[in-house]
């Protein structure tokens, strides 16, 4: 026996999932960025990499903003 199935009209709902999927993994890249960063920041003797992670950081999480709301998305 053998049973086939054909899905139809599942594509946007894929695409969808995989935007979402993409921004998430984006989202914890730049949370971990941020924590890090703090972590960092706390050691006396390398104040300024931290500092430079966190700007890192923010133009980063900025750039993602303004994607979002370029694209109405947000």
Known sequence: ????????????????????????????ILAALIIGASIISS??????????IFLLAGVFGFWMLGKLLKKGKL
């Open 1 to 28: 026996m053998k049973v086939q199935l054909d899905h139809q009209g599942l594509e946007p709902v894929m695409q969808k999932l995989d935007q979402v999927s993409k921004r998430i993994s984006i989202a914890i």
């Open 43 to 52: 050691w006396e003797h390398l104040k300024w990499v931290g500092s430079g």
